[in-house]
């Protein structure tokens, strides 16, 4: 099994599911990292959200113009992915972990992931996907622009926790 990101029918990237839970988790560590905005924050924690300890493994793939962005700051939120993909390269936040990810398998990823943000244009967002993710969310404090972090690892937390807690576990929930 494997996880798909997608763009449209434009372009694909296919990671393994150990792949991807260290995709997910280092892109976590990074922008949790470097958010300020509550575009920003929201963009991590909807990928946080895409948690195979939470789904199951190998169905957590999604189309990247499904996310969350802000129309009116696209270029600017595909700048901050720059910043937060520059930031896994340099290891941003890897300390926290108990084990250390393997840089060359990762960074291809990551240099995919770049290539399809870059790719992205403001006609290929899904028109309401952010309204309808966010009316979805139980998450009251996501709304009113309060958000929590692992004391342990700093990534923001998802109404289910720690995705980099959940990827060293290794255990499903219950």
């Not at 763009?7 to 300020?36: E, H, P, Q, Y």
């Not at 250390?100 to 309401?128: C, M, T, Y």
């Not at 700093?154 to 980099?164: M, W």
């Amino acid at each position: 099994m494997a996880n798909t990101i997608y763009l449209n029918n434009k372009d694909s990237m296919s990671m393994s599911n150990g792949c991807t839970d260290v995709f997910l988790t280092t892109i976590g560590l990074s922008g949790s990292r470097l958010a300020v905005t509550d575009g920003e924050k929201r963009l991590i924690l909807w990928l946080l959200e895409r948690d195979q300890w939470v789904w199951g493994r190998g169905i957590v793939g999604f189309n990247l113009a499904e996310m969350p962005w802000d129309i009116e700051n696209l270029e600017s939120q595909k700048q901050f992915f720059c910043s937060v993909i520059n930031g896994v390269l340099e290891e941003s936040g890897w300390e926290t972990l108990d084990y250390k990810p393997n840089k060359d398998l990762l960074a291809p990823q990551i240099r995919s992931f770049r290539r399809l943000i870059g790719a992205l244009k403001v006609e290929d967002i899904i028109v309401g996907a952010k309204k309808e993710w966010l009316e979805a969310s139980e998450n009251e404090a996501w709304r009113q622009g309060r958000y929590a972090f692992c004391s342990r690892h700093g990534i923001l937390l998802t109404d289910t926790g720690c995705l980099a807690c959940h990827d060293m576990s290794g255990n499903p929930p219950l």
